[in-house]
């Protein structure tokens, strides 16, 4: 890049052993004329941490599920960790300028600075606050004036701040987040590769996890018994649900070969990894794919045996709802308007051609 070799490792487990072989990895990389090192990290901010002591990188990039947002660079001995976001939710782009490994590299991200801002902001706030308070009881001597004082520093810290020039010698690196939302463009090449990937983990864990079933149902409880077979009683409301999302919601999985995914079957199919569940292989032979009856009127095989003995309850509170709609992956859910779609012809509605 630019004229500079870069080496690039990776680091997805911690622990001694992790920690050896990716120092072992920076020294093949330089061996090969590596003159930088970017180290990509799934895991914590200590492993990110550890990763960057252990192969000297400049760079370390710190991605995985344990922080959902992106954190703009922050030193750390003579690099630097960025935080990436996860699950694809963005793209991180760092600018390298003069990439040599000599000299200590400057960060000219505005995002730093916006960070920093944020958190001056923040305590300017709080200080104000507390001044305020003591000015409305009457407090006055050194202790207010020193906080007075302190207030006066933050605030010319905080209309100071800009990121530093660019240097006149040395390198310099820019880092920025971009998100990746509905609206952002999409790339052919990316989106090949990214279904090439989503193939493999598919074929993968079909195998793998081949053999995972469920936790077995307790003596005497109500064991799943799938959609279909509620239909058999609840035609109407059978062929209602069909035809909403719900009903669908599996299809929409194979259709992006993401149904053996373990980040996103659990949502899209009926009890996963409850008592008699469905798993990531496991669903009744299809009889638990898609949001079925039972996600909302729970296990009904006591019901099935004895229909007016066992009604399963009707309503179903928001807390239901929200363990699948959470703020990722349902941004638009409102409970009174969500729950008022789920009445339809012979599902709360008479049904169709009833007069
Ligand atoms: C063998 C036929 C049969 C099957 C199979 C069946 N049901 Fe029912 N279901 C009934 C009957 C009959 C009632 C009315 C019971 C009553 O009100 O006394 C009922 C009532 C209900 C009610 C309560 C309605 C209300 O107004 O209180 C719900 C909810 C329900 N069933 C859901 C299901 C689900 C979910 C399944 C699949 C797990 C299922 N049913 C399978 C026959 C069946
Ligand atoms: C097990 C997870 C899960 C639970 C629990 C769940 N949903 Fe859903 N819901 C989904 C999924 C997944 C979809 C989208 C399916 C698709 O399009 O593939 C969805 C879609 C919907 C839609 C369609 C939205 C649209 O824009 O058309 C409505 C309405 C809805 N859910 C309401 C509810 C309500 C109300 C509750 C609680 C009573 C609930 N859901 C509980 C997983 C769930
Ligand atoms: C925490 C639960 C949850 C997980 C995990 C989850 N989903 Fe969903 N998904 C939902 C819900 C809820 C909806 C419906 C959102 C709405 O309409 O408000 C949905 C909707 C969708 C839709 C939109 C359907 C449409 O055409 O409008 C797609 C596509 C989808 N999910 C794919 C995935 C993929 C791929 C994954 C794994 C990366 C995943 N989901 C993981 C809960 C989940
Ligand atoms: C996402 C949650 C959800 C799913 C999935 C769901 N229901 Fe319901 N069900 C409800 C709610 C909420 C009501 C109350 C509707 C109303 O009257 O406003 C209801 C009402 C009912 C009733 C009583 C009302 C009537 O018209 O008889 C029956 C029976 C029933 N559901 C059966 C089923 C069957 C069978 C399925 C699957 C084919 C199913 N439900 C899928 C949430 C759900």
Known sequence: MGGVSLGILGVTTAGGEALAAARREAE???????????????????????????????????????????????????????????????????????????????DLSAWSVEVSAEALDDEIAGLERQLAGWRAEGRSGPAVERQAARLDAMRAERAALRPPRFPDAGPAFEARWIALDAQAP????????????????????????????????????????????????????????????HGRAYATLEDLDKEFHLDCVGCHVTGYEQPGGATVTWNLEGALEDVGCETCHGPGSRHVAAPTAEVPPVETPESLCVT?????????????????????????????GSP
């Not at 599920?65 to 991180?92: C, E, F, K």
């Open 28 to 106: 093949r990389l330089r061996g090969a004329g590596a003159e930088l090192i970017v180290a990509l990290v799934s895991g914590d901010r200590r492993l990110a941490r550890d990763v960057r002591e252990a192969t000297n990188a400049r760079l370390v990039v710190q991605g995985g599920l344990g922080r959902a947002d992106a954190l703009p660079p922050t030193r750390d001995g003579s690099g630097w960790v960025v935080h990436g976001g996860r699950q694809g939710q963005g793209v991180l782009v760092v600018d390298l300028h003069r990439p040599t490994s000599e000299g200590e590299a400057v």
């Open 186 to 245: 999409k790339d052919e090449g990316v989106g090949r590769r990214l279904r090439a990937l989503d193939r493999r983990i598919n074929a993968h864990n079909e195998r793998a996890f081949a053999d995972r079933s469920p936790p077995p149902v307790p003596e005497g409880d109500a064991a799943y018994v799938g959609s279909t077979t509620c239909g058999s009683c609840h035609a109407a409301a059978y062929e209602w649900w069909r035809s909403t999302p």
């Open 324 to 352: 699948c709609h959470n703020e990722e992956h349902s941004t638009a859910f409102v409970y009174a308007g969500y729950r008022a779609m789920l009445r339809g012809p012979g599902h709360g509605l008479p049904p169709a």
